[in-house]
């Protein structure tokens, strides 16, 4: 089992593009999460998913878009990325909610925003 | 909102001294997570703590949660070079399906 992947794992880009950041997993899990790690902040919690189908804001959800049509992927967009969106991103899952599941992290995707 | 604060953000320590970080949260917590982040990777779940006062052991890794259920520790007893990295509480307080993160305490090793 691969357990979670991201793609890509390095980017950079202009202010006012777009990308979006694929994140999947091989686990079955139902929950899935994205996070951005800023130094000396921790983990901020985005956006995340119960379900396929389905998802909601996390404590910082605002300049992203997620989407998860398909159970093992999950989406999270940037319409017009801005300098403070520069981050490291995980994505992580867990079978079920992660207040009381183990969460299972991907490697990490570093966004450099110019 | 809820806020899960760690100190200290940083630790030097020789080899062989021991290591504690602590964890305070703004609110009461149903339970507490511990994850360890390696240089350069990603964060592994550690344990989890659900009663209060509870205490665990992993081999030379001691988890504690408060009576209140509003802090935690994670104590290391004679730390090794393996043990480098930043480690991380995460609670869980009311309602939802989130977790909150604290914000890490980085430790550095030296051999």
């Known amino acids: 089992n691969a357990g979670v992947t991201q793609t890509p794992k390095f980017r950079v880009l202009k202010t006012g593009q777009s990308m979006t950041l694929l994140c999947a997993q091989d686990?079955?899990?139902?929950?899935m999460y994205w996070y951005r790690q800023d130094p000396g902040m921790g983990l901020r919690l985005i956006h995340y998913?119960?379900?396929?189908?389905?998802?909601a804001k996390g404590e910082v959800p605002d300049g992203y878009n997620v989407s998860r049509l398909k159970k093992q992927n999950f989406l999270l967009g940037l319409e017009s990325a801005a300098p403070s969106q520069t981050s490291v991103y995980f994505c992580?899952?867990?079978?079920?909610?992660?207040?009381?599941?183990?969460?299972?992290f991907g490697p990490g995707t570093r966004l450099t925003v110019l | 909102g809820q806020q899960v604060m760690q100190i200290p953000q940083y630790q030097h320590v020789q080899e062989g001294e021991d290591f504690t970080t602590y964890c305070n949260s703004s609110?009461?917590?149903?339970?507490i997570q511990w994850y360890k982040q390696r240089p350069g990777g990603h964060p592994v779940f550690l344990i989890q703590?659900?009663?209060?006062?509870e205490v665990k052991k992993q081999k030379r890794l001691t988890f504690q949660f408060g009576e209140a259920k509003k802090n935690s520790s994670l104590h290391i007893t004679a730390t090794q070079t393996t043990d480098v990295g930043t480690y991380f509480c995460?609670?869980?307080?009311?309602?939802?399906?989130?977790?909150?993160f604290g914000g890490g305490t980085r430790l550095m090793v030296k051999p």
């Open positions: 992580a899952s867990s079978r079920t909610s992660g207040r009381t599941d183990t969460q299972y």
């Open positions: 686990m079955n899990h139902e929950y």
């Open positions: 998913s119960v379900g396929e189908g389905t998802t």
């Open positions: 609110t009461t917590l149903s339970n």
């Open positions: 703590l659900v009663k209060s006062g």
């Open positions: 995460a609670g869980a307080g009311g309602a939802g399906n989130m977790l909150t």
